[in-house]
């Protein structure tokens, strides 16, 4: 028998209909579950700060506030509390969600899909970061690439001016590699190279790099692209 034909002989099937054998994946499930759970608990604490916090400090600082306390619980214990607590907290929160240790949220209105992957100390502000994404550690998906706008005529501080916000959006499967920095949409399935500036919309399935973002290879998508609006 050809070691092909041994690997499809012994390959789990999978589907709705199929269950887990004890000892199984079915074992881990029951480890999440166990997890999530112990995660609420402990998250607890967090829940009632923030909900008191926002009626003296308001909602968005309270919620950056409790986001940095519980970005330093490490371990996989740290993981299901931040899942608990941004779950109860943000805009949606998918199944599965990795929060890597020290990254932290600045904006409740956040939205996260499922299986998505958070690094380390990454710093993500008001973003819909869909299904299967990957962020690598230090990546920082900004609100918007106009926060502050011009300086003010009479020579105010730029602080003084309205901040403006805009939720960046990136698409199902996409990539973003360690240190690189978000201003602008990114399309499904495309990957930001490490250190990238992204300030203009990446094109699904592009790959980019430098700084600003532009088309990588010849693997990349037509260069025009770049700069479409994200699928």
């Known amino acids: 028998m050809s070691r092909q034909s041994t690997l499809t002989r012994i390959r789990k099937p999978t589907g709705p209909g199929v269950q887990d054998a004890p000892g199984g994946s079915g074992g881990r499930g029951i480890g999440k579950t166990i997890g999530?759970?112990?995660?609420?608990?402990?998250?607890?604490?967090?829940?009632?700060?923030?909900?008191?916090?926002?009626?003296?400090?308001g909602k968005d600082r309270a919620f950056t506030l409790t986001s940095e306390r519980l970005a330093v619980r490490g371990g996989l214990l740290g993981v299901y509390v931040r899942q608990a607590f941004y779950r109860y907290t943000t805009g949606g929160v998918g199944r599965d969600v990795c929060f890597g240790?020290?990254?932290?949220?600045?904006k409740p209105a956040v939205r996260i899909g499922q299986r998505v992957y958070i690094?380390?100390?990454?710093?993500?502000?008001?973003?819909?970061?869909?299904?299967?994404?990957?962020?690598?550690?230090?990546v920082q998906i900004l609100s918007g690439r106009h926060q502050h706008g011009a300086l003010p005529e009479d020579g105010r501080p730029l602080r003084d001016n309205e901040q403006v916000y805009r939720r960046v959006t990136i698409g199902r499967g996409a990539w973003i590699g360690a240190g690189a920095v978000v201003m602008a949409d990114v399309g499904?399935?495309?990957?930001?190279?490490?250190?990238?500036?992204?300030?203009?919309?990446?094109?699904?399935?592009?790959?980019?790099?430098?700084?600003?973002?532009?088309?990588?290879?010849?693997?990349?998508?037509?260069?025009?692209?770049?700069?479409?609006?994200?699928?």
């Open 101 to 106: 240790f020290m990254s932290v949220f600045s």
């Open 36 to 57: 999530r759970t112990v995660g609420l608990v402990l998250a607890l604490p967090g829940l009632v700060g923030y909900v008191l916090g926002s009626r003296v400090l």
């Open 188 to 231: 499904r399935g495309a990957v930001v190279a490490a250190g990238a500036v992204v300030v203009r919309p990446v094109a699904a399935g592009a790959r980019v790099g430098g700084v600003p973002a532009k088309a990588l290879g010849p693997d990349s998508v037509n260069p025009s692209r770049l700069g479409s609006i994200a699928a």
């Open 119 to 138: 690094g380390r100390f990454c710093s993500i502000g008001w973003a819909e970061i869909q299904d299967d994404v990957m962020l690598a550690d230090g």
